[in-house]
């Protein structure tokens, strides 16, 4: 089965919305398999995301990653990549499919409540910036 790398970032712990993201995930069939709150430096939160560093939104991105607490889980399921990025929705809220996290939690294009790897390249990495080999069972 597939595992994938999920965010909740900060505007949704923030706003006390964690276990309402994590039933999503499990109601679409992704269960939860490593999970830590961690509050991330600007630093960590730029190598997280160097593949944007060249994006205007860069600077404004890697401040409100680093403005709270996240909390970073391994997703795991059939086609779990996929998955989480249909329950999570669009980028923008305003373009999120109803029911979707983005569409029901998310403020705005920036603060959109969750991240989800896009690639099973990227899930593979993004997992391993996360959560040590023991942390994985
Ligand atoms: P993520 O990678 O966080 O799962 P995504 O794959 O839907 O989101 P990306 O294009 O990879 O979207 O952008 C990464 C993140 O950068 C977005 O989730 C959002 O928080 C932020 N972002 C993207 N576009 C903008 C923008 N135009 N202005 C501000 N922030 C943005
Ligand atoms: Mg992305």
Not at 31 to 55: C, D, M, N, P, W
Not at 58 to 77: H, I, N
Not at 103 to 117: I, L, T, Y
Request: charged share 25%; hydrophobic share 45%.
């Amino acid at each position: 089965v597939e595992r994938t790398l999920s965010i909740i970032k900060p505007d949704a712990t923030k706003r006390n919305l964690t276990g309402k993201i994590v039933a999503k995930f499990e109601d679409a069939g992704l269960r939860v398999v490593a999970s830590k709150r961690i509050h991330l430096t600007q630093a960590q939160a730029g190598k997280f995301y160097a593949v944007h560093s060249e994006r205007p939104f860069f600077g404004e991105l890697t401040e409100f990653m680093a403005s709270g607490p996240v909390v970073v889980q391994v997703l795991e399921g059939e086609g779990a990549i996929a998955k989480n990025r249909e329950v999570m929705g669009a980028t923008n809220p305003a373009d999120a499919a109803a029911g979707t996290i983005r569409a029901e939690f998310a403020e705005s294009v920036g603060e959109n409540s969750v991240h989800g790897s896009d690639s099973p390249e990227a899930a593979a990495e993004e997992i391993a910036f996360f959560f040590s080999g023991l942390e994985l069972v």
